[in-house]
């Protein structure tokens, strides 16, 4: 499922990254990596505020619609 559609308060883990080569470097940078575990914090319009990290960020719709999310293993 895309990114901009996680409920608050789920722990999930990047799948896929997708987009042309330049938005999936800057995805790739932020740290959403296959494999990587986030909290989703907040969500608004697609808009999402979340942990990832240690780090906290916000993603604009745009963005959370190329990250695919699965629930995280071992919670």
């Not at 987009?19 to 740290?31: A, M, R």
């Not at 296959?34 to 745009?62: E, F, H």
């Amino acid at each position: 499922m895309p990114l901009a559609f996680a409920a608050p308060g789920e722990e999930l883990m990047v799948g896929q990254v997708h987009g042309n080569d330049e938005t999936k470097q800057h995805l790739s940078d932020l740290g959403f990596v296959p494999g990587a575990r986030l909290n989703v914090l907040s969500q608004s319009g697609g808009d999402v505020i979340l942990t990832i990290m240690s780090s906290k960020l916000c993603l604009t719709r745009q963005l959370a619609e190329k990250v695919l999310v699965v629930p995280s293993e071992g919670k």
